[in-house]
Every structure is written in structure tokens, then in C-alpha cells.
């Protein structure tokens, strides 16, 4: 005589035992009675699955990225869906990451915190979104293969490697070099002083130009003998 009726989940558990195909339809019917004795009734129709439910991931973007320098930065994306939700337990996007060496294949976990690893100091998620990833410019080594893995999952116990997830695989490459440019004459005699000029030297990485962050020592020798200074 209850208008609210809950189905446990050991009573669905034995329905489950019971069928014979995954999922199976379960029949509800309710009778409503009113003050007249009168009875109406509505019938509803519940597909059931047996296993656990699954979100679906997939990558937003290639999932074969390629860094032409570690001073740049780094955004993974994914999208996310569920055909139907798990008991109300909200969706889990968990990161994990692996450097692609010979003596390190492990997936470590990537949390939204700093984390330390061998050659890759101070990676930082900055991104603060569960389907997003977005590393700082130089987070990330030179001259490196890095993958990037992101699981979606309800139940946080069971393992990452048992869920639907989507890989992406990072090539990350050298610093441009500094280009020092040198102007001055190309020939002189001893009795002339002659100046040379390295201030149009730049470093490719520096947006906005100028000697910034530059550091210039000088020396010379003539044939095979050096100068006694500059």
C-alpha cells in the first residue's frame, strides 16, 4: 500500500540469476484504487543489464601530438557519454601518464597536483576540468616519447586497464638554439681598431626579442695563437 516501492539490488541480482539474456526486460505493473473502488492500472517495461554499465570515452582532437620544442605547452581533451547511469555514481576521467624509455614503461597516475618524475620536473595540471589535461610550456623533456592515457569508469575499484579509455602519444622536441650574429668588417689593419657587434644575436624562443636572458663572452686567436683578452 506504499506509493514509492524500491527494488533491491539482491532482489535484482536473483531476477538476474534467473533470465536468460543479458540485459532482460523487467514487467512492472502498478494498480492505483480510488476512493470509489475503482482500479486503474499502469504497466512499465525496464531493460536490466547484468554487468556493470560503462561510460563511453573518446579523444577530442589527434591523438598522436607533436611538441616542436618542451617550451610549449600541452592540452589533452576528451569527451564523455553514458547510455545510462550507474546507481547515480557520478563519472570518474582519471589521467595517467608513461614515459616511453627502456627502462620505464609504468603508468603513473596524474593527479590535479604536482608530480615529480625522472627528467620531467614540475608537471602540473592546470586545467581543473576532469576531461581536460593541460601541461605548462616546459613541464615536459626534450627529445621525448610520452603517452597520456585517460579512463573513464564508475567504480574507481577495479582496475584502470579493465575500462574504456583512449591513449595519446606525445613527441616532444629540442629548444630552437640561441643564434648569435656577429657584425663587424671582414678584414682591417693593425693600426685600426675596429668594433664588432653581437646585439642582433636573439633566441627564438623569446617572443618578444632583445637581449634578454642572453649572455655573450667573446674571445678570438689569430692562427694558433689566442688572444691575451677581449
Known amino acids: 500500500n506504499e506509493e514509492v516501492v524500491v527494488l533491491t539490488t539482491a532482489t535484482l541480482q536473483k531476477m538476474a540469476a534467473a533470465a536468460s539474456a543479458n540485459p532482460f526486460y523487467l514487467h512492472v505493473q502498478l494498480a492505483v484504487a480510488n476512493w470509489e473502488g475503482t482500479t486503474y492500472t499502469e504497466t512499465a517495461l525496464m531493460k536490466v543489464n547484468t ?9 577530442s582532437g589527434d591523438q598522436t601530438v ?12 576528451v569527451t564523455t557519454s553514458s547510455s545510462a547511469p550507474s546507481c547515480g555514481t557520478d563519472m570518474v576521467v582519471k589521467w595517467e601518464y608513461q614515459v616511453l624509455t627502456s627502462a620505464a614503461t609504468t603508468w603513473r597516475a596524474a593527479i590535479y597536483s604536482d608530480y615529480v618524475l625522472a627528467g620531467n620536473a614540475g608537471l602540473t595540471d592546470l586545467s581543473g576540468k576532469p576531461n581536460v589535461l593541460r601541461l605548462p610550456a616546459g613541464a615536459l623533456k626534450g627529445s621525448s616519447i610520452q603517452r597520456f592515457r585517460a579512463t573513464a569508469t564508475y567504480n574507481t575499484s577495479i582496475a584502470l586497464s579493465q575500462r574504456p579509455s583512449v591513449i595519446f602519444s606525445v613527441t616532444v622536441g629540442m629548444y630552437p638554439e640561441t643564434v648569435p650574429v656577429i657584425e663587424g668588417p671582414s678584414s ?21 626579442g632583445g637581449l634578454e636572458g642572453l649572455t655573450f663572452l667573446w674571445s678570438c686567436g689569430s692562427d694558433d695563437k689566442a688572444c691575451s683578452s677581449l
Open 51 to 59: 554487468q556493470e554499465l560503462e561510460p563511453s570515452i573518446a579523444a
Open 188 to 208: 682591417t689593419a693593425t693600426g685600426c681598431p675596429f668594433t664588432l657587434d653581437a646585439s642582433k644575436s636573439y633566441d627564438p624562443l623569446n617572443p618578444a
Open 66 to 77: 607533436a611538441l616542436e620544442h618542451p617550451g610549449l605547452p600541452l592540452e589533452l581533451k
